[in-house]
């Protein structure tokens, strides 16, 4: 457990978890700020995650100036009005109420958030004003929308934006969909697409990287573009085109301020980023004023939104989901 700050006691203290497949992770936030926070290794048994979910809360919120008025969780999983609608990467069963489970250890309000949403929150912190789309890009693509600094998820899945569909003729998506945004281009089919193209001795830099037995991941076929590898470019190149077309559906459907794209394969600079960047140019409504802004989110900001989003519920509804 580490103290990063002394607590000032002026503005409300939250504790904001954050439950991976692999970690699980706490800090206890005030004003906008981490005053203090843990991560312990995710315990195989539900009752012992549960478990050690609220001693990590009660002890990063022990002793400072106040005690925790609420608790925001976010997880991977649907979430959908406080009650997992799918978490299986966790273990729980859909349907599961996850504040109500927690309550008999952590005597808190206690609110639950899908931890892409989370994240986006917490990097669209900076834009208090109007509406942000958010848009991150890791191992799969996802995203929320924030109203005026709240999360805006309607019934739960609002943002989920690797699910607009760009190709009706595409790959199927576990969804129940063909073609969606996330099967055409994320950092997963970035990987694949450059451990193909490895295998294939279609690409000699990649071929040299595999051969030293290591797993080409998306930075790889970025490399391989900034290296003048044709095949390379041509894939980011049609995964650009697909991820503007999901950045005009999102225009289309909310108009909003600003888009904010999160995630190391969109950065700038990278190939894939400057090619998003000279695509929206040439393919973006010509009437939309939506902004475009890259943000690289680090781990702090799933806590940080978590926190956010406990304090805005509870500040609507003090008793608590
Ligand atoms: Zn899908």
Redesign the pocket.
């Known amino acids: 457990m580490s103290d990063l700050a002394v607590d000032g006691g002026h503005d409300p203290l939250v504790a904001a978890v954050d439950w991976g497949g692999t970690w699980i992770r706490v800090a206890a936030v005030s004003g906008g700020r981490i005053v203090r926070k843990d991560r312990r290794a995710k315990p195989q048994s539900l009752a012992e995650q549960y478990a050690t979910v609220a001693d990590m809360v009660l002890r990063t919120t022990a002793h400072l100036a106040q005690p925790p008025t609420a608790v925001g969780v976010g997880l991977a999983g649907v979430i959908q009005e406080g009650i997992v609608g799918t978490a299986h990467n966790l273990g729980f069963t859909d349907g599961t109420d996850i504040a109500a489970a927690l309550r008999p250890h952590l005597p808190l309000p206690t609110y639950l958030l899908n931890d892409v949403q989370a994240t986006a929150l917490g990097v669209a912190a900076r834009w208090p004003h109007g509406t942000t789309a958010v848009l991150t890009m890791g191992t799969g693509v996802g995203g929320a929308v924030i109203k005026d600094g709240s999360l805006d998820p309607g019934l739960g899945g609002a943002g989920d934006f690797?699910?607009v569909v760009i190709d009706v003729d595409g790959p199927i998506?576990?969804?129940g969909?063909t073609g969606?945004l996330?099967?055409l281009v994320s950092g997963r089919t970035l990987a694949e697409a450059a451990n193909a193209l490895a295998e294939a001795g279609l690409s000699p830099l990649l071929a040299a990287r595999a051969r030293t037995g290591r797993v080409l991941h998306a930075g790889d076929l970025q490399d391989a573009a900034q290296d003048g590898d044709s095949r390379a470019a041509e894939i980011l190149s049609r995964s650009a085109v697909a991820l503007c077309a999901g950045m005009r559906t999102i225009v289309a459907t909310l108009d909003p301020h600003r888009i904010v794209l999160a995630g190391t394969p969109l950065s700038p600079n990278t190939w894939l980023g400057r090619a998003v960047l000279t695509q929206w140019d040439l393919t973006r409504p010509r009437w939309a004023r939506t902004e475009l802004h890259h943000v690289i989110e680090d781990e702090d900001a799933a806590l940080l939104g978590a926190a956010s989003f406990a304090l805005d519920k509870f500040t609507a509804a003090p008793g608590g989901s």
Do not use: Q, V
């Open positions: 690797g699910h998506c576990p969804c969909s969606c996330e099967r």
